[in-house]
Every structure is written in C-alpha cells, then in structure tokens.
C-alpha cells in the first residue's frame, strides 16, 4: 500500500499546485497542453495495444466489457459520483455529466488507473513491497494532475480516492492475483487497457468524439477470462 499512498499524495499535490497557479496560465496553453497529453495518451494506448498476441482477444473483451458495462451503468455511475462531490465541494457547481468538474474527475479517475503500471505496480507493492513502478507512475500523475487541474479543476484532486481504492484494492488481493494471472493473461489485459486509454484520449482530451469510456472497463476482466477459457479449450 506505500505505493498508492505516494501516488495519491502526488496526484494531491500536483491538483493544488495547478489549482493554485492555473489562474495565471493563459486559456490557450492550457488546452494545448491538453492536447498535447491527449496526444501522448494516444500514442501510449497504441503502444500497449500492440503487445496483445491475438488481437481477437481484445476485440472480445471490449465487447463483452461494454455490453456489461451498458447493463451496470458504469459510466452514469462515475458521473453520478463526481457530481455528488462537486455539489458537496464546489461552490461554482456548474450541474450536468458535462461540467468540468465532472470532467476533470472522470479524466483523471480514467487516466490514473488504466494501464499496466497501475496494475502491475499495485501487484509489486502488495507482493513484495517494491513499490518503485508505482513511484514512477506517480511522477507521471503528478505532472498529469497539474496540467488537468489548472484546465479542469478541483474534480482532478478527488480522482485520487477512485486511485487509493483501485490500486489498494489490487495491492491487497495482490497474493491472489499473482497466482492465478499468467503473463499472457497481463498482455491482454494492458493490449485492451491501451484501447480504453485511445478512447479517453479521442473522448475527453482531444473531444473528437464522445464516448462513454467508462462502460468498457469491465473489458480489463473479460480480456484475462478469455485467455483463461481459450486455454482451457487448448485454442
């Protein structure tokens, strides 16, 4: 668990210090830095896509994690929980899944738990207490958070409770994980993780086109199950 705690503080810190000092970096930087991490992200995402084995897999996955995602709502959820926070928290409440507050907390909730170093950082620091994937992880956030808080506000610093409870829930079934996740169950599962990141670049970064990312991140469990069921059958 030290490792999330440090990358949740990181993610604190850096949302106060963009907080803080956004007011005195013009508009136009900062969407263009925006832009800019969008790029990144969609580069990252490809990267990690292209280490999947069997393309198919990942393809299934996202299928079966958005039909399962439609049916639980996952992403009124995660809006429905940003906006409670922001009418607790946020005087200049600006109500609607398309506030900015709700924004910036489902960017960065999406942002800072997707991808292989969330998962197998979290794994590392609960097994072995090797936390230093995850210290490099929270450099990463902290310079994220700066950027997306100073844009997209005080929703950036409460992602890090979405953060504290996926990679300390992970970290703490991190014994269990280790036995039944193979490796080529891992290179799933970050390959589809890569095309959510792609999605959340091309939705809520570079809003090209809106899509309810949220709803597909059952797909990071169907992508491992298939692998599994696959070897069963010997495919």
Do not use: H
Not at 87 to 114: N, P, Y
Not at 175 to 196: C, Y
């Amino acid at each position: 668990m030290t490792g999330t705690l440090i990358n949740v503080a990181t993610i604190l810190i850096g949302g106060t210090i963009g907080l803080i000092f956004g007011a005195r970096i013009p508009e136009r930087f900062k969407m263009t830095v925006i832009a800019g991490m969008g790029l990144f992200v969609s580069a990252m995402g490809l990267q990690m896509f292209f280490k999947s084995e069997n393309q198919l897999i990942v393809l299934g996955a996202l299928i079966i994690g958005a039909l399962i995602g439609e049916w639980l709502k996952i992403e009124d959820r995660l809006q429905t929980f940003g906006q409670a926070l922001e009418q607790r928290f946020s005087k200049d409440a600006e109500m609607g899944s398309g506030s900015k507050f709700v924004r910036g907390f489902m960017v960065s909730s999406l942002l800072f738990c997707i991808g292989p170093m969330a998962i197998l950082g979290s794994i590392q620091d609960g097994l072995t207490g090797d936390y230093n994937l995850l210290a490099v992880k929270s450099t990463l956030d902290g310079f994220a958070s700066i950027a997306f808080a100073s844009t997209l506000g005080i929703g950036v610093l409460f992602s890090s409770i979405v953060a504290l409870i996926y990679q300390g829930g992970i970290s703490l079934l991190a014994g269990q994980l280790s036995a039944i996740v193979t490796e080529p169950m891992m290179n799933e599962m970050t390959a589809t993780g890569g095309v959510i990141l792609l999605g959340l670049a091309i939705s809520n970064m570079l809003e090209i086109k809106k899509i309810r990312v949220g709803n597909f991140l059952p797909a990071l469990i169907a992508a491992p199950l298939i692998v599994w069921v696959l070897g069963l059958l010997n495919i």
